[in-house]
DNA sequence: CGCCAGATTGATACACATCAATTCTCGTGG
DNA sequence: CCACGAGAATTGATGTGTATCAATCTGGCG
């Protein structure tokens, strides 16, 4: 079904295929969507690079569909993600020289894109625009500032059950899962190594919390315990 | 459920007068920052907290002068430090109904503070000022990403290390650091223990890479021995 | 002087990493 | 159609960095 050609690190070298589009000025209806006209469409592949950390940073993206990957990666190859983003994420946005950390597809994507300069200006032609980028990243600051908890206070096993739920929050799925990254992302979000993140799961799977055939879908059979474990904050 | 019962944050619970005037309307000098008229100044005495996690965002604060930490704290007393502020630094901005994280005065400390009705009024008015505080928290945001990897792949050497170049940068007091907070709240800040933090500190001392005769005032000896540990992203 | 909180140092424990197979899935070419 | 190979996931055996438990030391202060 999907062609996963390379690894998770090797995918930041492999040549890019990347087909940007510049799309058509999209649907004029104004006040629902302040980004709405300014962006053009993007599409990458599962595992491409959208842009490295330390790139000039001339753009910014906001998500359509899939997921991406924020990350940084140490010059000895330890990586750490620092989010998964999904719909109406947007990232990219820096107010200094370049990108803060790399960008890649999980999954398939299509982005809108945004022109640094344009976007500027149009932030400085409606205020209620930045407003609403001003909004997007506090949610996004609140958001690291948990990842941040769990990272440095949390134990293997609230660490998954963290994820686990958050994700289903994402997906208000009833207890359905769909994990679109692979172990290794979900180890590298988690600070962990994929065997911990492996073990862990299966060992929530034997004590019925959750429950999963494939890997990428996981049902969440026991929430109450699942956030007895997530140790509410 | 906000009172701090355990010894891991015993230190909030010191004895400590409290110290809030509110003060008259700054001085008018327009332009220079623009958010210089709106705030009202208030003081905080060492390890008294300023707001709790979770309560109604009335207010968000400019720290003046003195050393702020953002916290979160688990029901059975694990804490995690987000960040320390100083002069200049903005907090407690949310878009939500609550604050994501505590706010405590790490020495006295003298903030201006900020009415959430009056500066959501005043960003309206002055489009500026939004974009600055835009600026603000993407900064803070770019630093929080580089706290996780951190916190989610770094070991305790590196963390020290990055730690104290980290205040290094921010005092430019070319090798002195002297170091506002106590070795517990640098542990909690750095995902490690007190008994760590202390290890691996005075390990660097006997490298000869840094030295100290109070805790409190750190030289940093070897900034060259100091860097490579720290690893350059 | 004696107390106390903070810092340091030492001995030991353990959660997770590391190293090492094995299994599973799926795409590919003979 | 099936053996083959490769990447992903799982499982097992072992190692280790840091936590934990437990003193001891230090400096400031009533």
Redesign the interface.
């Known amino acids: 079904m999907h062609a996963y050609t390379n690894s998770a690190v090797s995918a930041a070298r492999a040549p890019m295929a990347m087909h940007l589009q510049p799309v058509s000025a999209a649907a004029p209806r104004a006040g629902a969507d302040p980004l709405e006209r300014l962006g053009t469409a993007a599409k990458f592949g599962r595992n491409h690079t959208i842009y490295f950390?330390g790139d000039e940073a001339g753009h910014c993206y906001r998500v359509k569909s899939g997921t991406v990957r924020?990350c940084?990666?140490?010059?000895?190859g330890?990586?750490?993600i620092?989010a998964f983003l999904t719909a109406g994420d947007l990232f990219g946005?820096?107010?200094?020289g370049g990108y803060?950390?790399s960008a890649e597809a999980v999954t398939d994507v299509t982005l809108e894109k945004f022109s640094r300069a344009r976007i500027e200006d149009a932030?400085?032609a409606f205020?209620a625009l930045?407003?609403h980028?001003?909004?997007l990243?506090?949610?996004?600051?609140?958001s690291?500032?948990?990842?941040?908890?769990l990272?440095?206070?949390m134990t293997a096993a609230e660490r998954i059950a963290n994820f686990l739920l958050e994700l289903g929050r994402r997906q208000r799925n009833d207890g359905a899962v769909a994990l679109a990254m692979c172990r290794k992302d979900i180890a590298?979000y988690?600070?962990l190594t994929v065997e911990t993140v492996s073990r862990t799961m299966n060992a929530l799977k034997r004590e019925g919390i959750i429950a999963f055939a494939e890997p990428e879908n996981v049902r969440l059979k026991q929430s109450a315990a699942l956030e007895r474990l997530a140790?509410?904050?």
Chains 1, 2 share one sequence.
């Open positions: 950390e924020l940084k990666v140490t010059e000895d330890r990586r750490q620092a946005w820096t107010d200094h803060g950390f932030v400085k205020p930045g407003r980028v001003l909004a990243l506090s949610t996004q600051l609140a690291a500032h948990g990842h941040l908890l990272l440095g206070r590298d988690l600070g140790m509410a904050a």
